[in-house]
């Protein structure tokens, strides 16, 4: 009898918990998830790629939504030190120097969080955590004892999106037979191909310093495809792109820090400012703007048809489900064998939030922001709006990401490197 009743208190209790914990889940304000997800960027290049200048013009140009919904904020100090070295850049009525680079043995590390606004309230949809570090920590031996060089290799291998910038600058003396211009170029690939094609994150090359390159031909695809040629003319970089073409996104991205005609190379080979020429930066906001779409391509490419398939049920479901459904529809899902699966997919960035990014990567599959609201906004209470208002808010910053790249895409057809979507 003892035992009996031990049984039904136990079964009570727990019953009573489950509830609790339900009613608290209920009780939570609605809206975004509760944890924001971060994404690590790894940017490597050799001293004098150009580095630091892609930095600043890149925060510079997303700091403020204007051309898209998103926009781009970080850590005082951070935005401090990044407004100083755009300023420093596009000044040539002082001395016309450059912002400092990356020492050999220097770290970077920037965390940036992309916000929209909802109902005149900022919402963050995600953090970018972007590492920038000298490609000579790849080559160079280290001292006894450090740290530094395994520290890196860990940090590529826990990426979810590489980039690898090369010095434009470099590329055009090499096209132009200039002997040093090749040896540079054999160095940054040599550095940043062996460690690349070990790992399994989407890869953007970035082509820096894309204004001294304007004259080679009139036509920009033209140009990139010169590029293009030149790169694949080396047998790793061409095994890379072999080997990742069909489940891995890698790119070839031309970009500009200061545009046309602020900068030219001096009598010595060095490049100086243009007397009183303005900035004017070219898809320098294409690389950070690419990260989530690639990474979610590449994801969605390494499914088993069977999962595919669970996928775009749930996608459809969800287009037709108000936010709240949405929601318990998410947690449904994430619990379910084809959930699992892409949560998996993602690695170490679903670890810790694996519903909050499984829900942007949901979102993200939408053909667009959409308009999928089923019943008029008089008739939804005041936290479903909430809901509903971020929910498209957030689709709209996704599509907004993607429509960078396609844009890209479509204007320069050579930027895409591998076959596979």
Known sequence: ????????VVTISLAMLARGLRARRMARPLGVPDTTPTFQVVALGLQGSGKTLLLASMYH?????????????ASHEDVLLLNRWYVQMADTAASGDWPQGTAKGETRHFTFTVRTHVAGAAMSILHLKYLEYAGELLTEIQDAGSTRQKELFDQIDAADALIGVIDGHRIRQHLDGHPRGWV?????????????????????????????????????DTRLSMVHNLLTSNDLFRSLVRLHSADRVVRLIPVSAVGPGFAEVGPEGEIVKVARSEVHPANVEVPLSAVVPDMFDQVESRLDRQTRSALNAQIRRRTQQGALEALASLTSFAGQVAGRAVM???????????????????????????????????????AERRLEESRRARRQVLYDMRRKVDLLEGRLPHSRLSDGR
């Open 1 to 8: 009898m003892y035992v009996v009743l031990m049984v039904i």
């Open 344 to 382: 998996a997919a993602f690695g170490p960035s679903a670890a810790v939030v694996g519903e909050a990014v499984l829900g942007l990567f949901l979102d993200a599959r939408v053909a667009g922001p959409g308009d999928e609201w089923t019943r008029a906004n008089d008739e939804l209470s005041q």
């Open 61 to 73: 140009r997303l700091k403020a939504p204007a051309g898209q919904s998103y926009y781009l904020t």
């Open 184 to 220: 540079h170029l054999e160095r940054t690939l040599n550095a940043l191909l062996p460690v690349m094609i070990q790992a399994s994150a989407p890869i953007s090359f970035v082509i820096t310093k894309w204004d001294l390159l304007a004259d080679l031909h009139p036509d920009e």
